[in-house]
């Protein structure tokens, strides 16, 4: 049987019930007509087209989906390398978005994304409503596997100890594909917070400071994510004692203190390295003026930050 094709078809299945093979064909190689060789020839030519080079196992993915998106090519050889199927999202448009059946049946949005070593941090900008995310970076000898809960706006990944002041902000192996796949949200904490870090937490989101997330790491700090700089914030809690704001600065490689005023809704921030065994801030007016007095006024939270 022969049909006429248009030139919208970019490529042929061809399945041969005498092989019980499925053959792939790219349409620019028909022509009008092709045939595929199964049985050895009277004579060998270099135009002769084995059967065995067109299945389609050999042949998929196509060498031309994506040609030069290395990001799309690396984060398909991965799904294919686990259990499961990995097909080109039907219904977008753009060929970075992949859909992943697991041997449950369920069906995983994927969005591909390319990321960028900046300052010892692989960084992206997230462009996907996709439930998980696969980072491709030059400089990596693996994918990063991201579950989008992880973050609101944007999270990045430490390649090394420079220029980072947490003690875990996200190291780059905990976030590799062979260990986080399929993705679960890395780091979080199973510590019920204090009663005073709850109500920090609350107060950043309000809105009021910017940053791209926070969890707990452990009953009293935590650790917050923006897109410049990672940090730890240890929440005291805080009592006045002769017109001066007192807390017991007892962190654990804290990078910040924070407090609230017990008397009324301000939260004061202050920097570990501000501050020698104590610190204690001011206020009621004083009795003398000293330099060396710290006002309270100059360590409000919205004043502080970002840090």
């Keep these: 049987m022969y049909k006429?094709?248009?030139d919208d078809v970019d490529c042929f299945l061809v399945y041969c019930d005498e092989t019980e093979e499925t053959y792939f064909i790219d349409?620019?190689?028909?022509?009008?007509?092709?045939?595929?060789r199964i049985d050895t020839p009277?004579?060998?030519t270099s135009q002769i087209n084995w059967a065995d080079d067109y299945r389609l196992d050999h042949q998929w993915p196509p060498d031309g989906h994506n040609e030069g998106d290395s990001a799309v090519s690396a984060a398909i050889d991965a799904l294919e390398s686990v259990e499961g199927s990995v097909y080109i999202d039907p219904i977008r448009e753009d060929s970075r978005n992949l859909l992943f059946v697991d041997t449950d049946g369920e069906t995983h949005r994927i969005g591909v994304e390319t990321g960028w070593i900046v300052n010892g941090r692989v960084r992206f900008t997230p462009s996907n409503s996709a439930?998980?995310?696969l980072v491709y970076c030059d400089g990596l000898d693996d994918l990063l596997s991201v579950h989008t809960d992880e973050f609101n706006e944007s999270i990045s990944f430490r390649v090394d100890s420079e220029n980072t002041r947490g003690t875990r902000s996200n190291p780059v192996d905990e976030y590799e594909f062979g260990n986080n796949w399929p993705p679960v949200v890395v780091g979080t904490s199973q510590t019920d917070p204090t009663p005073e870090l709850s109500q920090f937490i609350s107060r950043l989101r309000e809105g009021q400071v910017s940053y791209s997330r926070v969890e707990c790491s452990d009953k009293k700090t935590a650790e917050v994510h923006s897109k410049q700089l990672d940090f730890r914030i240890c929440v005291e809690p805080?009592?006045?004692?002769?017109g001066l704001l007192r807390f017991n600065a007892s962190g654990d490689n804290?990078?910040?203190y924070s407090l609230k005023n017990p008397e009324k809704e301000e939260w004061y921030l202050v920097s570990d390295d501000s501050f020698g065994d104590s610190v204690s801030l001011r206020i009621d007016p004083p009795e003398k003026e000293d330099s060396r007095i710290n006002f309270a006024?100059?360590?409000l939270l919205e004043k502080m930050w970002p840090v």
């Excluded at 349409?27 to 595929?36: F, I, N, P």
């Excluded at 805080?238 to 002769?242: D, P, R, T």
């Design 27 to 36: 349409s620019e190689e028909v022509g009008t007509s092709m045939h595929l």
């Design 297 to 299: 006024e100059d360590y």
């Design 254 to 256: 804290a990078d910040y």
């Design 42 to 44: 009277t004579r060998k």
């Design 4 to 6: 006429e094709y248009g």
């Design 131 to 133: 439930e998980y995310l």
């Design 238 to 242: 805080a009592w006045i004692e002769n």
